[in-house]
């Protein structure tokens, strides 16, 4: 049973992002909310005070099926209803007629009940705050404020002047007056306000996405312009000369050759050049890329701390943990919903280790098995270094990167020979 209770947390918690567990807390809330405005104010105050004879019992009862028949119709509509508010598809007014009828058959049922003395002024009063509650928790998502309080304010006077011919007193006026404003200004203030909240988490949401595919897109853009600069003269060149080769040829001048030579010697470069391009784009400043992260992340709203020393490290090992921290970023940002983020680097024991650890355990986790941190197993691999990513304890998730620094100094010693042979 508990492996049961932790799958369904994962599936259907843990994975979510803060915004959609904020929409299913908000809508569980309001889901609850009607039925116990419903049991607290109705249904139980019903069973206590009517009297019991056939007409009562037969008017209480209809009144107790309107009251659940309300419940049910308002958990039905209460997502469309949200959906509505934030603009994601249209509920058409049609659907409220339902609703509508249930309320004006309640109010009629519970002045009748009022009337006829079936129940006393109190509770009578607590049965129209009820109905008045499960239906404006919808209709306040749907309709907007100004209106909504406009059409409260007609239905109010509509109840107070049944109130009036029913028999009340000035005092039972002005206490159904107080109920019906409490009851729609309750319901205005926690759907509204719910609803607004969930608009601001989704536009941040879509703030943090988009931010992450304009980084994305400006790291190409940058790599793009660089390999243009670098190429687009080169081949021009390469075109150049290799069409001039061709008509040498054709005429039978031994300058063809010459020029072909040219056209290898360029391409040779080229490659060179390219290489450097390609190299300059893989090799990142560890320094550089912690400063960034913790720019980024403060900017998304995540509150970064960075401790440890980068300087002194070799260049491979600073490369390959700057490319640790640049995904693991990455992984923040798109796929997590975290608070807060913490980056050490900590060296010691002729290694280094850099720690990345957030809460958002559940999102990240979802986004961590992927391509990214396999080609980070790869760079990591090439300098002998470890990589290990996965939840750690209260929740959080953490990446931890090892290298050692003996067998980098090694390969980078034996780095010049080995490029020496190549050039022979």
Known sequence: ??????????????????????????????????????????????????????????????????????????????????????????????????????????????????????????IGRLLLGAVLMAFGVVYALWM??????????????????????????????????????????????????????????????????????????EERLRFGRDLHDVM??????????????????????????EQMIEVQRIAQESQREVREVVRGYREADLGVELAGAQGVLAAAGIACEVSGEVRGLPAGVQSALAWVVREA???????????????????????????VENDGAGAVQGGAGGSGLAGLRERLAEVGGTLAAGPAEGGTFRVVAEVPLTSVRASASSAPAAAEGVVA
């Not at 049991?39 to 037969?58: E, F, I, K, N, Q």
């Not at 598809?89 to 009940?113: H, S, Y």
């Not at 390469?238 to 005429?251: D, G, M, P, T, Y």
């Not at 970023?329 to 720690?355: I, K, Q």
């Open 1 to 122: 049973m508990l492996a049961r209770i932790r799958g369904w947390q994962r599936r259907h918690w843990r994975e979510r992002s803060k915004a959609e567990r904020v929409e299913l807390q908000s809508l569980v809330s309001w889901y609850v909310s009607i039925w116990a405005f419903t049991g607290t104010w109705m249904l139980l105050p019903l069973a206590g005070d009517l009297r019991h004879d056939a007409v009562s019992l037969l008017l209480g009862g209809l009144l107790g099926l309107v009251g659940a028949a309300q419940c049910v119709w308002g958990n039905v509509l209460t997502r469309p209803a949200l959906d509505h508010y934030l603009g994601r598809r249209a509920m058409p007014g049609q659907r409220l007629v339902g609703p509508a009828l249930l309320l004006a058959v309640g109010v009629v049922l519970i002045e009748v009940l009022r009337g006829t003395g079936s129940v006393s002024s109190f």
């Open 144 to 217: 907007p404020p100004r209106r909504f309080l406009l059409h409260g304010a007609a239905l109010g006077a509509v109840c107070l002047i049944a109130c009036v011919l029913t028999g009340g007193t000035g005092v039972d006026v002005l206490l159904d007056g107080c109920l019906v404003a409490f009851s729609l200004l309750f319901s205005l203030a926690a759907c509204r306000c719910g609803a607004w909240t969930l608009s601001v988490l989704w536009e941040a949401e879509r703030s943090r996405d988009i931010e992450a595919r304009l980084a994305v897109a």
């Open 232 to 257: 687009g003269r080169n081949l021009a060149v390469i075109a150049l000369k290799s069409e001039l080769a061709v008509q040498l040829a054709r005429r039978g001048r031994p300058e063809a050759v």
């Open 329 to 355: 970023t990455t992984n923040v940002l798109r796929h997590g919903d975290a608070g807060w983020c913490s980056v050490t680097v900590e060296v010691s024991e002729g290694r280094v280790v850099l720690t």
